[in-house]
């Protein structure tokens, strides 16, 4: 089975500066990864997937992530980031073999001013 | 596209009483829907999977007599928490897939979620 690893449970950010969400999975199979984000008392909203072809994907408002299979990892970048980027974010993965999702724990990432 | 609605948005029921979820896919024809459960602060966690026509999937230690899932239709899925007690408070999220084969089967569309709130 899968697992899902977000190393920072807490990231504080200042408006216009870069942020890196970090995301690691194991898995003994193929993957499926995605990033997902969730604002205050709301469902999850897709922010971008890897599911073949370029290991770099990019979202429409700016956030870009990178398959790294060789250290099983998937992390989330924004070159600058708005106040509006206020938000949890799951990083989830489902294996070749299997629909599931397993989530990561999750990031908080606060924007200040 | 894919649009998944959950009804009621909120819902507070007394101990002891039955409530009942609905997870709607508005486009599109959904396979198989699945029901996550979400502590506060914390990640979701997957409570069942559901294949329309037949009966749930439960993960382990999930009460499948307490929550008893149906999927009638192919865009209908309903969570119903029987004889609910303050411990079953919580953010119920619902998501569809439509598994036609092909990598586009791995994608789950979640609804906007319920808080449920048992006193």
């Known amino acids: 089975a899968q697992s899902v690893t977000q190393l920072d449970s807490q990231v504080p950010v200042f408006e216009e500066a870069p942020v890196e969400l970090r995301c690691n999975y194991s898995?003994?199979?193929?993957?499926?990864l995605f990033w997902y984000v969730q604002y205050p008392n709301q469902g999850l909203q897709l922010l971008l997937k890897y599911l073949s072809g370029s290991t770099l994907v990019e979202s429409i408002n700016g956030f870009e992530a990178e398959f790294n299979k060789s250290q099983t990892s998937f992390h989330l970048r924004k070159p600058s980031v708005h106040i509006s980027d206020t938000a949890e974010y799951f990083c989830?993965?489902?294996?070749?073999?299997?629909?599931?999702?397993?989530f990561g724990a999750g990031t908080t990432v606060t924007v200040r001013a | 596209g894919a649009v998944v609605s959950q009804h009621p948005s909120r819902v507070i029921c007394k101990s002891g009483t039955s409530v009942k979820i609905e997870c709607r896919s508005l486009?599109?024809?959904?396979?198989?829907m699945f029901w996550y459960r979400q502590f506060p602060k914390q990640s979701l966690m997957l409570m069942a999977t559901?294949?329309?026509?037949?009966?749930?999937?439960?993960e382990q230690g999930v009460e499948k007599d307490k929550f008893l899932i149906n999927h009638a239709s192919l865009t209908l899925s309903t969570l119903t928490v029987t004889s609910a007690h303050p411990e079953d408070s919580s953010f119920y999220i619902c998501s569809a897939s439509w598994l036609a084969g092909g990598l586009n089967s791995y994608e789950q569309y979640f609804g906007p979620g319920t808080r449920l709130t048992v006193t």
């Open positions: 898995s003994s199979v193929s993957v499926y």
């Open positions: 989830a993965v489902s294996e070749s073999n299997d629909y599931k999702l397993s």
């Open positions: 486009d599109f024809q959904a396979t198989t």
């Open positions: 559901s294949n329309e026509g037949s009966k749930a999937t439960y």
